[in-house]
């Protein structure tokens, strides 16, 4: 049958409001999945010295982080007086120097290996430590620093950070920034690494997010270890590995509450709190490190499919068993001089000589 003027006016009306109310129609939420509790043993895939560390208890504490400002900050205390001898120890094993200094204001430790390599002369490691944004002072940032020092053959300026309660958001992001833009007037940048973990791993990556908004040359590459680079507790590894990550364990955890507290009220999706947002368009290589049962594998995965997706060479790692950052808990772990002996190479792949 013909229609008319009005009716064919009419029936484009009906269409043009059904196709707009189509479009600001929210999805049916999909049902998730219920998986039956269930026993996960140690794997016999790993190193010995691995195994032990995987067959640890649940951390300490994991879901009863500190109230107060003040209660955080004699957790980090504490942290670091236990850590300081087992850092001392493992700076004898790998032989490295360590001595503590300022620059552009900001506490670093300049670390430096027995022998650094003759093609890494030139070259600058700035390593950013983690500890959810408020943990991890002084000489408990330090393993990191030593391990790539150590393994690598370079010299590594490792950062000590300002952390509340004495500064909040971005202090960490500034201080790190500071350290960056003091090497890079007499180190050309292409000669300048960025390495970090955790929070350190968002952190690095941050620092590429801010180098671009200050209009500053980036690094020759980074090396973002299980970054907290999602902290609105989005992504998968969230769900499917709380419980079973021994070191973060859950986001109900004291590293989300540890990162709120970093924040003092700021959008958690800002990319300099969470790059995983950011544009990372132009960044360096980057390599990226994880393990099959960290709680963050899943934000270590999305980074490293953005930088994919944007063309940036980028290299992913995951460790079979491993929590979060266990790579990096004791040299005496062949996963650990592994883990590093790959981050090392592929500075030395990217970085100018």
């Given at each position: ?89 493992m700076?004898?094993?790998l ?16 670390v430096?290996?027995e ?13 950013i ?8 002072p002084?000489e ?13 053959g ?14 909040y ?55 973002s270890?299980?970054p ?47 790059p ?16 099959t ?7 270590t ?9 944007l063309?940036i ?12 950052a ?14 590093f ?13």
């Amino acid at each position: 049958m013909p229609f008319g003027p009005l009716g064919r006016c009419a029936i484009a009306a009906s269409l043009l409001l059904a196709a707009t109310a189509g479009a600001f129609a929210q999805p049916a939420p999909l049902a998730p999945r219920d998986v039956p509790a269930k026993s996960i043993p140690v794997p016999t895939t790993v190193s010995p010295e691995l195994q032990k560390i995987i067959a640890q208890p649940l951390r300490t504490a994991w879901d009863t982080p500190p109230k107060t400002p003040e209660g955080w900050k004699q957790l980090a205390e504490t942290i670091r007086a236990t850590a300081a001898p087992n850092v001392e120890a493992m700076r004898q094993r790998l032989n490295v120097r360590v001595e503590p200094g300022t620059m552009a204001g900001v506490k670093i430790y300049t670390v430096t290996p027995e022998k650094i390599r003759p093609e890494n002369a030139d070259r600058t490691l700035v390593q950013i430590h983690g500890g959810c944004y408020v943990l991890n002072p002084a000489e408990a940032a330090l393993p990191e620093a030593m391990l790539i020092a150590a393994i690598g053959g370079y010299r590594v300026i490792a950062v000590d950070y300002r952390m509340p309660p004495e500064a909040y958001f971005p202090a960490a992001l500034d201080d790190s920034m500071a350290v960056y833009k003091a090497i890079i007037v007499k180190t050309d940048p292409k000669r300048v690494g960025l390495i970090g973990t955790s929070a350190g791993g968002a952190l690095v990556l941050e620092m590429g997010l801010r180098a671009k908004q200050l209009g500053l040359p980036m690094p020759g590459a980074i090396a973002s270890g299980t970054p907290m680079s999602d902290s609105t507790k989005t992504g998968d590894t969230f769900y499917t590995n709380a419980m079973l990550d021994n070191v973060l364990v859950s986001t109900e955890g004291f590293c989300d509450a540890a990162a709120a507290f970093y924040a003092n009220g700021h959008d958690m999706k800002d990319p300099l709190i969470s790059p995983v947002y950011g544009d990372m368009g132009g960044f360096p290589p980057t390599i990226l490190t994880s393990g099959t049962r960290d709680l963050l594998l899943s934000n270590t995965v999305r980074v490293h499919r953005k930088l994919r997706n944007l063309g940036i060479d980028s290299f992913l790692q995951v460790y079979e068993g491993q929590s979060h950052a266990q790579y990096g808990r004791d040299d005496r772990i062949p996963e650990t001089r592994e883990a590093f002996g790959e981050i090392g190479e592929f500075f030395g792949k990217h970085l100018k000589r």
